[in-house]
């Protein structure tokens, strides 16, 4: 009997996947047979998935990860964007299989937050994976022609999966919008009513900013987890939620990220840096923080993750004063 994490088994009862754990053993024995992998141990700082160290009969170090099922073809969105990135900036994808939720990754290093980097030089490092994701080719993006009015937003289609489309920066914002909306009366108020109206306020904003000729491929959740350091030195992202988005999307995850950081100067320099960096506009970025720092605060807020999720409100507490 294989140890899952405590967190992954709590993330797929609270979800209502238990048919899912009860089948987990099998689904990772039938990957391990398809893709001939000897398994390793499970990384125990996995939540969204089952993540285990394997290599392959050939001696290629890889991880199987197998997501827990959710609705929205979370696991199709992952496949699509790493195959579109072709390891450029993220971990190579060798193997995939949709329907089982299952992907076969190049294995790499430590996670950045491990290796005790300073933050300034952590949001160089992250603020160029974000660039190095924006690089990637994307059908639609490449056209000059590109047609905007044929892709409304939720409109993507994607390259491995003709059926699937990758949600958008308009899904973000809503969905931000429906769970800050629902989750801040939920959980009593966990954060002031001034920073959670300024979150939703940020969120319609980039909603309405929405312009297909600058929507362009998005991880989603680029921070120092899933940054991880490669043979030689350099990083590559994992576990991204693939989207297509405006830039300042991916950078706004880094205006959410290192809250203390953030308070102990004026917040508005970490953003115009950003701006500054990957010639993108400071007050979208600035809007998607305001709202990602909300909505992530309460995610984590539900999920325990203490001290950070206070810390994250607090951040947005001091902004919506300061405002
Ligand atoms: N390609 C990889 N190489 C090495 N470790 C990995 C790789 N992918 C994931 N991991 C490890 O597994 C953990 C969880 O994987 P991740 O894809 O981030 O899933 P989750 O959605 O649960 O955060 C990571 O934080 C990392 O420790
Ligand atoms: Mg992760």
């Known amino acids: 009997m294989r ?12 979800i209502g996947a238990s048919a899912w754990l009860d089948d987990l053993p099998a689904l990772i024995e039938g990957c391990a047979r398809d893709w001939g992998l000897r398994l390793g141990d499970p990384f125990p700082d996995a939540t969204e998935a089952y993540v285990v160290s394997t290599t392959r009969l050939d001696g290629t170090p890889a991880v199987l990860k197998l997501l827990i099922p959710r609705p929205a073809s ?12 072709a390891g450029r900036g ?17 294995r790499l290093g430590p996670a950045m937050a491990d290796l005790n980097l300073p933050q300034p030089e952590r949001l160089v490092l992250l603020a160029a994976l974000a660039t190095a994701v924006r690089r990637i ?36 914002a809503e969905r931000f919008i429906r769970y800050i909306g629902a989750k801040w ?13 300024q979150a939703l306020a940020a969120a319609e904003s980039r909603r309405r900013a929405w312009d297909p000729g600058r929507a362009g491929l998005a991880h989603g959740d680029i921070h120092q987890w899933n940054a991880l350091r490669t043979t030689t030195g350099s ?49 979208a970025i600035w809007e998607w923080g ?3 720092r909300v909505a992530t605060g309460l995610t984590l807020t539900v999920a325990g993750v203490q001290p950070v999720a206070a810390q994250m409100l607090a951040a947005a507490d001091a902004i919506a004063r300061s405002s």
């Open 290 to 292: 305001l709202a990602d």
């Open 3 to 14: 140890e899952i994490p405590a967190a992954v088994r709590a993330k797929a009862l609270d």
């Open 90 to 106: 993220c971990s190579r994808l060798l193997e995939h299989d949709a329907t089982r939720g299952a992907l076969l990754l190049e």
């Open 137 to 172: 080719s994307f059908p639609f993006t490449q056209s000059a022609s590109f047609p905007a009015a044929d892709f409304p937003p939720g409109v993507f289609p994607t390259a491995v999966f003709p059926t699937a489309v990758f949600p958008t920066a308009v899904d973000r």
């Open 235 to 283: 990083f590559k992202l994992v576990d991204p939620d693939g989207l297509v988005a405006e830039p300042e999307c991916d950078l706004g995850v880094l205006m959410r990220e290192d809250p203390v950081e953030l308070l102990a100067g004026d917040p508005w320099d970490r953003c115009r840096r950003l701006a500054d960096r990957s010639g993108t506009d400071a007050q």
């Open 185 to 197: 009366n939920e959980l009593g108020e966990p954060c002031s009513e001034a920073a959670m109206k």
């Open 74 to 85: 979370a696991a199709a969105h992952e496949i699509e964007f790493l195959h579109l990135a």
